[in-house]
Nanobody, 116 residues
Framework: QVQLVESGGGLVQPGGSLRLSCAAS????????MGWYRQAPGKQRELVAR???????NYADSVKGRFTISRDNAKNTVYLQMNSLKPEDTAVYYC??????????WGQGTQVTVSS
């Protein structure tokens, strides 16, 4: 089984930056994609950014141009660089691993709070 350990969340002022990390371990096998999702209280969990095995990326319109997803294959780690943060970015952020076989693993989530 794959395990995901997230870190990097916290409290930041509007306009500030945070970098989230998600380290994968266990039976990694063939990775299809890894992504970041977020969920605010009373809201549905939504896709923030995703990167495929081939390196293709996609972003939610609300974060495009501000957030960047990247992956260090040697470390089995995916990152989410978040710049120009806004209060509406406040949410619990979850890392997700998608295998090439259709299974998925979620991280425990890390809180990001953007407030002055």
């Amino acid at each position: 089984q794959v395990q995901l350990v997230e870190s990097g969340g916290g409290l930041v002022q509007p306009g500030g930056s945070l970098r989230l990390s998600c380290a994968a371990s266990g039976s990694i096998g063939s990775i299809y994609a890894m992504g970041w999702y977020r969920q605010a209280p009373g809201k549905q969990r939504e896709l923030v950014a995703r990167i495929t095995n081939g390196g293709s990326t996609n972003y939610a319109d609300s974060v495009k141009g501000r957030f960047t997803i990247s992956r260090d294959n040697a470390k089995n780690t995916v990152y989410l660089q978040m710049n120009s943060l806004k209060p509406e970015d406040t949410a619990v952020y979850y890392c997700k691993y998608d295998s090439a076989y259709g299974s998925a693993t979620w991280g425990q989530g890390t809180q990001v709070t953007v407030s002055s």
